[in-house]
């Protein structure tokens, strides 16, 4: 049978162009089934407050910094959403006086507008966030030099390359509204993937690249980044793609219950679990990597029950 139209986008794959009966499975998680869906290669942590569950995604940078070296240099890739993490990390740079001259950080992303890359001057813009909330915020003698910051630009050629430049331990990332890493959403239902969807080798052979957004994904960067006003956000965007992430040796995710809802913090970590990977959902596609750690604030984590508001 053919797949249904989206609900939100019948132009666009997405998650409800797959099966209700999957759906339903999902929704009915209970937390100590969302424990349960660990297996070899998917780890899924709970924490109890917001307080160590960021200062645990701020210890991922350092534990990965403190690994580099002149002849191993090591770096980490980072998300925008959430961003709660980026304060704590220099500060734990400069209370443990962690020297960065051989560390690297990969930029998850950027807005793409105009033909190029927004400016650091663009309110939205990721990379003035970075500096902003963490790099800037490091003390001069112990910042990593400029050349190992790695920002996605429009000519993705340098930040490819750079990917060779040093190990990346792990790659961080939130999940959207429409189930992405990064701005890997899902792709138009156009062309020959009208009636169905890349199949996952497809999808996990596309590098970085520029993207078209999902609506859902400009509504949600609104809300979460710009009051609401969707007439700000670019439609477009420069994202790390499948085959940056899979160059890391281990792929973090963190849910707080802000960036996505009760159902889809439940939906991929079951798709991941058992190995149900489809385009139509990104964030599944993860369950062909070998090293996936799915973390949740337990206050963030809802209930999929009808709830009248």
């Not at 959207?176 to 792709?187: E, R, S, T, V």
């Not at 889809?264 to 798709?271: N, Y």
């Not at 149900?276 to 949740?296: G, I, K, R, T």
């Amino acid at each position: 049978m053919p797949r249904p139209l989206s609900r939100i986008a019948p132009d666009w794959w997405d998650y409800t162009t797959l099966d209700a009966e999957l759906i339903r499975d999902a929704a009915a998680l209970t937390e100590a089934d969302l424990a349960g869906l660990a297996r070899p290669g998917f780890r899924v942590v709970f924490y109890d407050t917001l307080e160590d569950f960021y200062l645990a995604e701020a210890l991922e940078y350092i534990t990965a910094w403190k690994q580099a070296t002149a002849d191993e240099p090591v770096g980490i890739c980072g998300p925008i959403g959430p961003t709660e993490q980026l304060p704590l990390v220099a500060r734990l740079v400069n209370e443990l006086e962690l020297d960065l001259r051989h560390a690297h950080f990969w930029g998850m992303d950027e807005w793409y507008d105009n033909g190029r890359e927004v400016p650091v001057t663009h309110p939205l813009s990721f990379e003035k966030a970075d500096r902003e909330l963490c790099f800037d915020r490091i003390r001069p003698a112990l910042r990593m030099p400029e050349a190992n910051l790695h920002f996605p630009k429009a000519d993705v050629g340098p930040y490819v390359a750079s990917w060779g430049t040093a190990r990346c331990a792990v790659m961080q990332g939130g999940q959207g509204d429409i189930k992405h890493w990064a701005f890997n959403d899902p792709l138009r239902r156009e062309g020959k993937y009208k009636d169905a969807p890349p199949t996952p080798a497809e999808y996990r052979a596309l590098s970085t690249r520029v993207v078209d957004l999902h609506p859902v994904t400009l509504a949600q960067n609104a809300r979460t980044s710009g009051g609401g006003n969707i007439t700000m956000v670019p439609q477009r965007a420069i994202t790390v793609g499948p085959v940056q992430t899979w160059q890391a040796e281990k792929v973090s995710i963190w849910q707080a219950g802000v960036h996505d809802n009760p159902l889809g913090q439940r939906l991929t970590a079951l798709m991941i679990s058992k190995g149900l990977a489809d385009a139509s959902v990104p964030m599944s596609l993860l369950a062909d990597h070998p090293n996936v750690q799915f973390n949740y604030y337990r206050g963030g984590l809802g209930t999929c029950a009808v709830e009248m508001h």
